[in-house]
């Protein structure tokens, strides 16, 4: 199994910033791509960044240019840098590995609440 735990959301003014963590552990083995999705109130869940084994990485068009996905292999962990948040960036964001065998796992997800 794949334990995915999330931290570093929180209340944050407009205009701030702040770096979500996501800590993996586990069967972490043959991984295609790890990823941060995010889920409004009322709204489906969506794609925020995704980051593939090869390092290439994928941005939704709403986050481009202020958010940036990294992972650090030695720590097992996946960061989620967010600058210039705005209000309709509050949501739940969860933490998603990707394997190559076809299993997803998810985290339990972190607050992040941008008050304007």
């Known amino acids: 199994q794949v334990q995915l735990v999330e931290s570093g959301g929180g209340l944050v003014q407009a205009g701030g910033s702040l770096r979500l963590s996501c800590a993996a552990s586990g069967s972490i083995f043959s991984i295609n791509a790890m990823g941060w999705y995010r889920q409004a109130p009322g709204k489906e869940r969506e794609l925020v960044a995704h980051i593939f084994s090869g390092g290439i990485t994928y941005y939704a068009d709403s986050v481009k240019g202020r958010f940036t996905i990294s992972g650090d292999n030695a720590k097992n962990t996946l960061y989620l840098q967010m600058n210039s948040l705005k209000g309709e960036d509050t949501a739940i964001y969860y933490c998603?590995?990707?394997?190559?065998?076809?299993?997803?796992?998810w985290g339990q997800g972190t607050q992040v609440t941008v008050s304007s």
């Open positions: 998603a590995l990707i394997r190559k065998d076809g299993g997803n796992y």
